[in-house]
């Protein structure tokens, strides 16, 4: 539920120890929406008033500051409405190597779509939910950690190894969907078990029937159990009680690359890359910190977690190919994202990316291969061939410096100490921000149709200027109670809520070219940014449990940041073309 978190906190934002002391967060709750081809967020402000990056009408019912359901209103009249509430809890861990602590209580952290209504209010869709396991719940596992290293200046070359581990599990309610209803039919989904805690449940069936209960058709997906804990959809068969005839499925193949296991209780597997994507197999569990972190011989496994893309495991497991009823096909052809920007510098060389890009896809009819269509895509740069067009923020980081500490503590042997230390965390702490400004499709007769983006180049992460870090430093032992707060302009928890977000991968204008490379029409499409609003957020962002006992005074450092997130969107205000 929304609680008290989007209530304004001005005194919390002027006194940063009340901030630490109290934990206080006024940072606004963030919600999202996906449904209909329509996809954003939106968030209370100060006032209660809902602030989105969309057009749409968005009204929540509220009843003892509970959101119970919302009704969204698009541009052409249709409502949305949301009223099965979704709710989940997490179980986490402390300090340490992969504890698990406390648990937190059951929120409200989704609404599911339960009614689609007309303009006029003639005519309807309904969804229904199966609520009948419920209480088994969905589990998602995660862990967050980083290692801490902190020198004091006093005890020179001998810098404090620090390793903090937090286990999270996720816990939500399991909710599949049972029926969608019209005026004249019925959709109806059966689902079965799994027996698989992370996944839970899988659709088997879908049937669609008349009003009377006739069925019209049904279909029935089949899967493929994978050794190590998951299930590929590998057809799709149409089930026709009316007629004899057989129907031929819907085939789906996949790439064959070994995943790694995968446990309900712990993901085994650290290989991850520094976006995110497989990376390849370890032997055993292993830190996700990067191999370039110090080694401390009382956590064996730091710092070896491999964090560098590898083209060789990233497409495990990916669609490679549909065959249809009619024995036509398509077939994907796929291959590692690369960048030769980081903002506007220029690195002179290609460099391997997170994830994949659609390289070549292949369709057929099944019949004629002369009808057969191939359609192949680049990235470079017209201007630079060989160059990829690939721009990323900034590269992966995961290491945070700082060195500008100093203060006094009376009684002590601290006086005019200097510290500085680092943090490295088991993901970058800047923005990894991604896109392409330039994409040709090559079709098979020559021609081909260029498309050109906006990226990071074009429009760079600005942050507001009242966005703050507070470090804490807090003395212990004879100096209890002693502390110090540091404002840094630059800190590690960015938001990535920049003014230029709204920009980056908006189509930029499009060229279609002939098989002899001569321009045919080109079309420039302008947009305007909106500027909607500024929220004010401060947030805790992390309480360490570092000790550095030298003199010995044990110093503990804490985080938090004051931050804006800024909303808006850009609208497409004018598409001219040219020939």
């Known amino acids: 539920g929304v609680g008290t978190t989007f209530a304004y906190d001005a005194t919390a934002y002027e006194?940063?120890?009340?901030?630490?002391?109290?934990?206080?967060?006024?940072?606004?709750?963030?919600?999202?929406?996906?449904?209909?081809?329509?996809v954003g967020k939106f968030m209370f402000n100060r006032d209660g008033d809902i602030v989105s990056d969309s057009k749409l009408k968005i009204v929540p019912t509220i009843s003892s500051n509970q959101i119970l359901s919302w009704e969204i209103i698009a541009d052409d009249g249709v409502k949305y409405s949301f009223g099965q509430i979704e709710r989940s809890s997490s179980i986490y861990g402390g300090a340490?190597?992969?504890?698990?602590?406390?648990s937190s209580p059951l929120v409200t952290t989704a609404w599911y779509l339960t009614k689609v209504t007309s303009p006029d209010g003639l005519s309807s869709i309904d969804l229904e939910y199966d609520l009948t396991y419920k209480a088994?719940?969905?589990?998602?596992?995660?862990?967050?950690?980083?290692?801490?290293?902190?020198?004091?200046?006093?005890?020179?070359?001998?810098?404090l190894l620090w390793y903090e581990s937090y286990a999270i599990d996720t816990k939500s309610d399991a909710i599949f969907l049972k029926k969608i209803s019209t005026s004249n039919l019925n959709i109806e989904f059966t689902t079965v078990a799994t027996g698989i805690i992370s996944i839970g449940r899988k659709l088997d069936v879908m049937k669609v029937t008349n009003k009377d209960g006739s069925e019209v058709k049904s279909f029935k997906f089949n899967y493929k159990p994978y050794s190590t804990g998951r299930f590929f959809l590998?057809?799709?068969?149409?089930?026709?009680?009316?007629?004899?005839?057989?129907?031929?499925?819907?085939?789906?193949?996949?790439?064959?690359?070994?995943?790694?296991e995968y446990e309900d209780t712990f993901p085994t597997t650290c290989g991850i890359d520094a976006f995110g994507y497989f990376n390849g197999p370890r032997p055993s569990y292993r830190s996700r910190l990067p191999l370039a972190t110090i080694a401390d011989p009382g956590f064996p496994y730091l710092g070896a977690g491999g964090r560098t893309p590898n083209p060789s495991y990233v497409q495990a497991g990916i669609l490679k190919e549909i065959i249809y009823p009619t024995g036509g096909y398509s077939r994907f052809t796929y291959e590692a994202n690369d960048y030769s920007y980081v903002g506007n510098t220029f690195l002179g060389e290609r460099k391997t990316g997170g994830g994949v890009r659609i390289k070549q896809i292949k369709t057929s009819d099944g019949v004629n291969t002369s009808s057969d269509i191939t359609r192949n895509f680049a990235y470079e740069l017209s201007s630079q061939p060989g160059i990829s067009s690939g721009v990323i923020e900034n590269e992966p980081s995961f290491t945070y410096e700082f060195s500008h500490f100093s203060f006094s503590s009376p009684g002590s042997n601290t006086s005019n100490s200097a510290f500085t230390g680092s943090i490295t965390f088991h993901v970058p702490y800047k923005s990894l921000a991604f896109g392409y400004s330039e994409v040709k499709e090559k079709r098979s007769d020559g021609s081909y149709t260029a498309y050109y983006y906006y990226t990071p180049k074009d429009y760079p992460y600005v942050a507001d200027s009242d966005d703050k870090s507070i470090i804490k430093v807090e003395l212990f032992g004879g100096d209890a109670g002693q502390g110090k707060y540091f404002k840094l302009a630059d800190h590690p928890f960015f938001k990535f809520d920049g003014k230029n977000n709204y920009m980056r991968g908006l189509l930029n204008e499009t060229k279609v070219f002939n098989s002899l490379g001569k321009p045919l029409v080109s079309t420039v499409y302008l947009y305007q940014q909106r500027n909607i609003e500024k929220l004010y957020a401060i947030q805790q962002e992390d309480q360490s449990n570092s000790v550095y006992n030298c003199n010995p005074v044990p110093v503990y450092?804490?985080?938090?940041?004051?931050?804006?997130?800024?909303?808006?969107?850009?609208?497409?205000?004018q598409q001219s073309e040219n020939l």
Request: with cysteine; aromatic share 20%; glycine share 8%.
């Open 557 to 573: 450092f804490h985080f938090a940041r004051n931050y804006f997130i800024n909303i808006g969107r850009a609208e497409l205000i």
């Open 234 to 260: 590998t057809s799709v068969q149409e089930q026709n009680t009316i007629s004899s005839i057989s129907i031929p499925p819907y085939k789906f193949s996949y790439d064959e690359t070994p995943y790694p």
């Open 96 to 102: 340490g190597w992969r504890n698990r602590g406390g």
């Open 15 to 38: 006194d940063d120890n009340r901030l630490y002391y109290t934990s206080a967060d006024a940072a606004p709750d963030d919600f999202s929406f996906n449904f209909g081809g329509r």
């Open 136 to 159: 088994n719940y969905h589990h998602e596992f995660s862990e967050v950690e980083y290692f801490q290293t902190r020198i004091y200046a006093s005890c020179p070359g001998d810098p």
